[in-house]
């Protein structure tokens, strides 16, 4: 199957400074990778769509100055957090999907990242 | 637009046992269902998903789950659980762009 590999796993920074997560697709080529946080003991909120060469779409409610998305390749999508604040701690997927017939409509996810801001 | 709703926030079982986690959605267009399931500090893994055909669908690790318009359902279920199946489970609906439940823990003990 598709496999997609985030790194880093974890990550622990001072409040102030920026984070980056970047987000790989093994496998496969991903014009669109998804970009998802989850809040401990909560569900998955979709935060952006990142598109290959293009700019990100994000979802209402997501500041796109705070969490920076760059697609510059077919298989690299990052997501740069910005000047982070403890309430910015969580738990950050990403997914994407290879197009293929046999995987129709359905997501590969990584293994996630937990940020934690002190 | 679609939605997704989890019933149960927590199922607790003893081993052996069937389970059922619940899962209703709504959406005005034709969509592709989906459960997940994630284990701690984990990316989310797919069990199983509906796309057309036939309503009953079987997945990976002895789970299945039945497509019911009528009842706009897509509830899982396992006929003997593990300990192993501890985890969250995560029902989605949508095409790539995924919208999903808030999410069932399931507890398996002895």
């Known amino acids: 199957g598709a496999v997609v590999s985030q790194h880093p796993s974890r990550v622990i920074c001072k409040s102030g400074t920026s984070v980056k997560i970047e987000c790989r697709s093994l496998?496969?080529?991903?014009?669109?990778m998804f970009w998802y946080r989850q809040f401990p003991k909560q569900s998955l909120m979709l935060m952006a769509t990142s598109n290959e060469g293009s700019k990100a779409t994000y979802e209402q409610g997501v500041e796109k100055d705070k969490f920076l998305i760059n697609h510059a390749s077919l298989t690299l999508s990052t997501l740069t957090v910005t000047s982070a604040h403890p309430e910015d701690s969580s738990f950050y997927i990403c997914?994407?999907?290879?197009?293929?017939?046999?995987?129709?409509?359905?997501?590969?996810f990584g293994e996630g990242s937990r940020l934690t801001v002190l | 637009a679609q939605s997704v709703t989890q019933l149960d926030s927590q199922v607790p079982v003893f081993e052996e046992a069937p389970v059922e986690l619940r899962c209703n959605y709504s959406?005005?267009?034709?969509?592709?269902l989906f459960w997940y399931v994630q284990y701690p500090n984990q990316g989310l893994q797919l069990l199983l998903k509906y796309l057309s055909g036939s309503t009953l669908v079987k997945g990976i690790n002895g789970f299945e789950a039945e497509f019911n318009k009528s009842q706009t359902s897509f509830h899982l279920r396992k006929p003997s659980v593990h300990i192993s199946d501890t985890a969250e489970y995560f029902c989605a609906a949508g095409f790539q762009k995924l919208v999903f439940g808030t999410g069932t823990r399931l507890l398996v003990s002895p």
């Open positions: 496998d496969f080529q991903a014009t669109t």
């Open positions: 959406s005005s267009v034709s969509v592709y």
């Open positions: 997914s994407a999907s290879p197009g293929w017939e046999s995987t129709a409509g359905e997501l590969f």
